[in-house]
């Protein structure tokens, strides 16, 4: 199941950052699987990866080259996360870079190796190696719509986001990512892809990069788990021309948070088994700190979950939740609880307006708010959620069968 239409927009060509795919069967035969990315001479990336301490190999080489480097090509793979994989997967990751700088002519640390799917199971390197010829030699600018769905694992359907922005000359950014369940980034998403034809420097586009990231990826959860292969890459061509400096800066970010914001609401979207997209929304709390914690609390709860599965407004679990996110001196009388703009609760006790009617009509769509208003400070924050399904547990109890 999944919410939503689940299109992908047009996804507009990037002036130098190219994608090629091929079937390399690491998982199934026939399936689309392997992606490469070609960066162009003067780019700048920017990364964030998984702060899982059981991170997957190609992880650990991904963050080491770019600290190095200026990478020239992305590989990815699906079938397989190379996690959990020792020494064995640090050295098959390597190999795969070594083996795709021959091919196109770059330093192997110049690649930036990225896998997903099932933990603890080692690569098939002879598969894998085969493939890569092929996706370099299928390198396109227009190549965005292949590679976002050669990159699934549980995944229903591919992901991206694309906008273009600016008078006369435009600058285009562009994304694509994958994920659906083990998901709780703690940085980034399962696997993410943005790349944007303006010219930013490295300082600054790791600055737009932890901006946009905070209030997109850092905002969603579905199962409260972090990956071990978590990865989120931003790339700058400079094709356009157009400078990102101190003055223009708040814009690129305001148009950045918008791609990385669709992005990862499509993953809540497509999370595993989901039949609801959830807004979990904390207003008046002290300080984002506070904000997050009654969000994630509510978002995380299997109690609250399995009730919006069932489409039942069973309040009292979110005020549980609420009850146990470890605020200091709650005043519950404060607290205020909305269902989709309906006043569930308030003053301590289910609000004097409220009829279980209500409560049936406001659970039906496919959309939910729930809204906590704290009344005890000015912040706000959202979180993403999806409910929990039957679907849910089949899939993950069928993982690897």
């Known amino acids: 199941m999944a919410t939503g239409k689940g299109q992908l927009p047009t996804m ?4 130098g950052f190219k994608l090629g795919i091929a079937s390399a069967g690491i998982k199934t035969p026939g399936r689309k699987d392997l992606v490469v990315m070609e960066i162009a001479e003067g780019s700048t990336v ?18 080491a080259h770019l600290a190095s480097t200026t990478p020239k090509y992305l590989l990815v793979n699906t079938g397989n996360a190379n996690a959990g994989t020792g020494e064995q997967g640090l050295s098959d990751a390597l190999q795969s870079c070594d083996v795709l700088a021959a091919i196109t002519s770059v330093k192997k640390d110049q690649i930036l190796p990225f896998s997903t799917g099932v933990i603890g199971e080692l690569m098939p390197m002879d598969r894998l190696l085969k493939g890569l010829p092929i996706a370099a030699a299928a390198l396109s600018q227009e190549g965005w719509a292949d590679a976002a769905a050669a990159i699934l694992t549980t995944d229903t359907r591919a992901k991206g986001a ?3 922005y600016g008078k006369g000359s435009k600058i285009t950014m562009t994304g694509i990512t994958k994920g659906s369940g083990m998901i709780k980034p703690n940085m980034a998403t399962m696997l993410g892809f943005v ?5 930013v420097d490295a300082e600054l586009l790791h600055r737009a990069l932890r901006l946009a990231n905070e209030k997109s990826f850092n905002r969603i959860t579905v199962d409260s788990d972090t990956s071990t292969n978590d990865a989120v890459i931003l790339v700058a061509t400079g ?21 990385f ?12 088994g989901a039949s609801k997209f959830v807004s979990v929304v904390v207003e008046g709390a002290v300080d984002t700190d506070e904000a997050l914690a009654v969000a994630y609390t509510i978002a995380e709860s299997p109690l609250v979950k399995t009730a919006l599965g069932a489409s039942d407004p069973n ?3 979110i005020l549980a939740a609420i009850g146990r996110a470890g605020l200091t001196n709650l005043d519950v009388n404060e607290v205020q ?16 307006s409220y009829t279980e009617g209500a409560g049936q009509t406001a659970m039906q769509p496919e959309d939910i708010e729930i809204r906590v208003s704290l009344n005890r400070g000015q912040a706000t924050e959202t979180v993403w959620t999806t409910d929990l399904t039957y679907d849910y547990v089949r899939i993950n109890a069928e993982y690897r069968t």
């Open 162 to 164: 694309s906008l273009q």
């Open 239 to 259: 094709a356009s021309g157009i400078i990102i400096n101190e003055e223009s800066f708040d814009q690129f970010v305001a148009e950045l948070k918008t791609v």
């Open 261 to 272: 914001i669709d992005l990862a609401q499509a993953i809540i979207r497509d999370g595993e």
């Open 12 to 15: 507009h060509p990037v002036t």
């Open 315 to 317: 309040w009292g679990r």
């Open 337 to 352: 609880l909305y269902l989709n703009s309906v006043l569930i609760a308030e003053n301590g006790a289910r609000a004097a």
């Open 46 to 63: 920017a990364g964030l990866f998984t702060q899982n301490a059981f991170c997957a190999a190609p992880v650990t080489i991904a963050k």
């Open 195 to 199: 790349a944007t034809d303006a010219a």
